[in-house]
């Protein structure tokens, strides 16, 4: 059985998505499992490769060739999108022209990974603040992702083996996080994760639902009863259809060493309340997965690293468990 198809995007070509791609290229154990394919710039990544006395990435290809026989080539490369020139980039510091580079390495595989070229797509981080100045007014990822594919409904989730959360809402500010809470989006955040954990653990998970207010809500004592209101009704909609669900717990004692004993993964109502834990447990092997949508993707768990970038610091691990993790999925 042919190995699966791996398209990495390079992410913001000023943070460390460039060195995470060469040393991810380099690494043999990577070869075993999947064939990755840098969709990214070779100008860059060779001039960051000779900065930092990495080898130079081999084969590369540009859209013609990849058109032409791309698909046919089973060992890994680097697909050459041409976005920018090498001038255009200064390590660390956000621009527009890398704002608009890193779109078009995501938007191409995204593309490509529709027309089952590739059979998934893992992405180095991007700068929210480039993406904006470049026009693309996307939180993120998984807002470009859910709009490129036409998602009915998708969702964040970051998993390790210490721990996963599941995000209903994500990147918005805390006062628009009550009024974009519905029991319609929480019940599709609840089997979606639901879904993806038994496809990960091969068994039915157990789930469980934080509140949104302090001492989940002290029976309307704190907030606007939206525990009462909104949460409580997704979770027995979601018990009805016979998942293994419990909440709204809490979000101060939820992440507690019993809890997570018995907890395949949490349903969080905004980014914090579950990335804060998730990170200070696993912040070097998390993964960022997109539920919900036609085609896999996995991401690095941290951002661009902007203070650190070509300076040969980072740290390839994220990047190869996610890798690990798409190919995993696409089988």
Same mark, same amino acid.
């Given at each position: ?20 791609c060469l040393r991810l ?76 580079? #890193?779109?078009?390495?995501?938007? &191409? ?5 529709? =027309?089952?070229?590739?059979? !998934? +797509?893992? @992405? $180095?981080?991007?700068?929210?603040e480039a993406l904006h ?82 001492? #989940?809500?002290?029976?309307?004592? &704190? ?5 009462? =209101?909104?949460?409580?009704? !997704? +979770?027995? @909609? $979601? ?90 999925? #696409?089988?």
């Amino acid at each position: 059985m042919p190995l699966p198809r791996i398209a990495v995007t390079m992410g913001d070509p000023a943070g460390v998505g460039p060195e995470l791609c060469l040393r991810l290229l380099a690494d043999e154990r990577v070869r075993a499992f999947c064939v990755p394919i840098v969709f990214g710039d070779y100008n860059i990544l060779h001039r960051v490769a000779e900065q930092l006395d990495l080898p130079d990435p081999f084969p590369v290809l540009d859209e013609e060739m990849w058109s032409q026989y791309g698909e046919g080539i089973n060992t890994p490369f680097v697909l050459d999108l041409n976005a920018l020139g090498e001038e255009e980039v200064q390590p660390g510091i956000v621009s527009a022209a890398c704002g608009s580079a #890193a779109y078009r390495y995501f938007t &191409f595989a995204i593309d490509q990974a529709l =027309r089952g070229s590739v059979h !998934a +797509i893992t @992405t $180095a981080p991007i700068n929210k603040e480039a993406l904006h100045a470049a026009g693309f007014p996307f939180p993120g990822h998984t807002e470009i992702l859910a709009t490129r594919t036409n998602a009915k409904r998708s969702c964040m989730m970051l998993t390790s083996e210490a721990i996963t959360c599941s995000l209903v809402t994500v990147h918005v500010g805390y006062r628009e996080v009550p009024g974009l809470l519905s029991t319609e989006r929480i019940l599709d955040t609840i089997e979606l994760t639901a879904t993806a954990m038994e496809r990960l653990r091969g068994h039915a998970p157990r789930l469980l639902v934080c509140g949104l207010n302090p001492h #989940a809500g002290e029976r309307g004592l &704190f907030g606007d009863r939206e525990e009462e =209101r909104t949460i409580a009704p !997704a +979770i027995a @909609t $979601a018990r009805a259809k016979g998942i293994d669900v419990s909440g709204p717990l809490p979000p101060d004692t939820a992440f507690l060493p019993k809890y997570r004993a018995t907890t395949d993964a949490y349903v969080c109502m905004y980014h914090d309340q579950g990335l804060i834990p998730l990170k200070a447990l696993a912040f070097e092997d998390a993964v960022n997965i997109t539920l919900g949508l036609p085609i896999v993707r996995t991401s690095v768990d941290h951002g661009t690293a902007f203070d650190i970038a070509w300076q040969g610091k980072a740290d390839v691990s994220s990047l190869i468990q996610a890798v690990t993790l798409a190919a995993k999925l #696409a089988l």
